[in-house]
């Protein structure tokens, strides 16, 4: 069974950086695609970027696309999402989601697998 863990969040002025992580179990992440969603109080849970099992394919939102950067390193088992020019917009709870079957990306019901969470503040 896949258990994600994420990390890196926290409080950020508006136009900082962070760089979130997940570390997925288990000894078949180079199977799955991964995705970040986040989820801001009040409102539903948002696609914000994915990634194929290869790397080689990503997917954004509009509202992130040339801030927000997702990639992956199979051989550390890890995912990351690099957030510059961050917004208070951006404030959520920050999802990591594993998916082995992938056919639409931005869908939150494609991935089997989701982390805690980890939190997200941008000040304004």
């Known amino acids: 069974q896949l258990q994600l863990a994420e990390s890196g969040g926290g409080l950020v002025q508006a136009g900082g950086s962070l760089r979130l992580s997940c570390a997925p179990s288990g000894r078949t992440f180079g199977t799955y695609a991964m995705a970040w969603f986040r989820q801001a109080p009040g409102k539903d849970r948002d696609f914000v970027a994915a990634?194929?099992?290869?790397?080689?394919?990503?997917y954004y939102d509009d509202s992130v696309k040339d801030r927000f950067s997702i990639s992956r390193l199979n051989y550390k088992n890890t995912v990351y999402l690099q957030m510059n020019s961050l917004k208070p917009e951006d404030t959520a709870l920050y999802y990591c989601?594993?998916?082995?079957?992938?056919?639409?990306?931005?869908?939150?019901?494609?991935?089997?697998?989701w982390g805690q969470g980890t939190q997200v503040t941008v000040s304004s």
């Open positions: 990634i194929s099992n290869s790397g080689d394919t990503t």
């Open positions: 989601a594993a998916s082995n079957r992938w056919i639409k990306p931005r869908d939150s019901y494609d991935y089997g697998w």
